[in-house]
Each structure stands twice: as structure tokens, then as C-alpha cells.
């Protein structure tokens, strides 16, 4: 089976503070995706990368950065964190770049930032 | 630009009833459609998804969503709802030059007893 995990599954922190949420894949996936989910608008893409060291904005990247150095981990960065941050982040992968392809999820991080 | 719409919010059947959760997506090519089921604080599990064949496609725990390229819709179904249905739905299209997957708003189904 592939999994996808994310350390975190619960996090509090602080306006201002910097925080790093991890991400690793174990099926040799090309593809990874940082989303995030809110009630009522279904889930946003913040950024993904098709390899090691690229990446690519999504919708709403705005307020967060990335970190693709090894293929099997994906880190999504709040530079400094905000109370509309608030959320939970979905992490995903799939392999290469054929569209049809299963994209994975892990289980989710619920950040709250206070 | 690529969207997809869940015209329901929140959707209640009874336990045992058929289940029709509706999808349109917007994208001027053939999609590539998807449905995953999330629960409560969980990840995303894929149900089923259509990229080309047979417009009715089998899914997991016994779902189908059917492919209507004329009303641009992949509902989908299912024809006798448990309670471990209950649950969040969402519907997704896949663009071929991107590959990002954009997701509708989410469909929480409730299961009466």
C-alpha cells in the first residue's frame, strides 16, 4: 500500500512563529502536493513539485513556501505563522505525469495558530 | 479555467435508500474525473475515477459515478446507503498539462437510522 505521512498530526503555535510541516512518501512518487482544507471550500492547492528541488505555486500560495531536497519528502513552510492559517493541510502524491494517475492523501495536519 | 461544483452542501438519506451525489465540472477537454470519500479527521480515500472507456465506472465499497459528457456531470451513486457511509465526498478533475487535481466544495452526507 502507499503511504503518505505526515508527522504532524496536531499543532499549536503562535502568531509569528515559524513552522514546518513534513511530509514523506514511501512509493517512489515524482509528484507531491500541499493542500489545504476549509469547510465549505473543499480543499486549495498551495504548492506542488514534479521533482526533487522544483516546485510550482497552486491557488493560494501566498504566505507559504516549500521544500523538495530528497524525492520522498515534501515540507510545507509558514514563514510567519498568521491566524488565518488556521486549517488542516493535506499532503498528497502520485506517480509521474500522467494525468489518470491516483494521487494519494495522508491523513492530515490540523494546525491551529493562536 | 478548470472548476468543479457540488451543487449540495450537505445531503440526508435514510439507511438502506439510493444516494446521488451530484458533480459538474467545467474544462474544455476531456477530464480526468475523480471522487474520494474523506471521514471524520481522516486523509482522502480514492473511491473511483474516469480518464477514458466505459462512462459508468465501478468504485470501491460499492459506488459508481457515470461519466455525461453532454452535461459536463460525474454523479455519483450508490443504490443502498449503510451508516458507515456517513461521511465527506468529494468530486475532482484532473487536467492533462498541470496535473494538479482541483477539488469541489465537499459533499457531508448524513445516514439516518
Known amino acids: 500500500d502507499v503511504k503518505v505521512t505526515q508527522s504532524s498530526r496536531y499543532l499549536v503555535k503562535r502568531t509569528g512563529e515559524k513552522v514546518f510541516l513534513e511530509c514523506v512518501q514511501d512509493?517512489?512518487?515524482?509528484?507531491m502536493f500541499w493542500y489545504r482544507q476549509d469547510p465549505g471550500l473543499g480543499l486549495r492547492l498551495i504548492y506542488f513539485?514534479?521533482?526533487?528541488?522544483?516546485?510550482e505555486k497552486g491557488d493560494i500560495p501566498e504566505g507559504y513556501s516549500v521544500s523538495r531536497e530528497k524525492k520522498e519528502r515534501f515540507s510545507l513552510i509558514l514563514e510567519s505563522a498568521s491566524t488565518n492559517q488556521t486549517s488542516m493541510y493535506l499532503c498528497?502524491?502520485?506517480?509521474?505525469?500522467?494525468?489518470?494517475?491516483?494521487?494519494?492523501f495522508g491523513e492530515g495536519s490540523w494546525l491551529t495558530v493562536v | 479555467a478548470q472548476s468543479v461544483t457540488q451543487p449540495d452542501i450537505h445531503i440526508t438519506v435514510s439507511e438502506g435508500a439510493s444516494l446521488e451525489l451530484r458533480c459538474n465540472y467545467s474544462y474544455g477537454a476531456t477530464p480526468y474525473l475523480f471522487w474520494y470519500v474523506q471521514s471524520p479527521g481522516q486523509g482522502l480515500q480514492l473511491l473511483l475515477k474516469?480518464?477514458?472507456?466505459?462512462?459508468l465506472v465501478q468504485g470501491i465499497k460499492g459506488f459508481e459515478a457515470e461519466f455525461k459528457r453532454s452535461q459536463s456531470s460525474f454523479n455519483l451513486r450508490k443504490p443502498s446507503v449503510h451508516w458507515s457511509d456517513a461521511a465527506e465526498y468529494f468530486c475532482?478533475?484532473?487536467?492533462?498539462?498541470?496535473?494538479?487535481?482541483?477539488f469541489g466544495q465537499g459533499t457531508t452526507l448524513q445516514v439516518k437510522p
Open positions: 498528497a502524491s502520485s506517480p509521474g505525469q500522467v494525468a489518470g494517475n491516483t494521487i494519494y
Open positions: 474516469y480518464f477514458s472507456g466505459d462512462t
Open positions: 475532482a478533475v484532473r487536467t492533462s498539462n498541470t496535473g494538479k487535481l482541483i
Open positions: 512509493m517512489d512518487h515524482e509528484n
Open positions: 513539485s514534479y521533482d526533487v528541488k522544483m516546485k
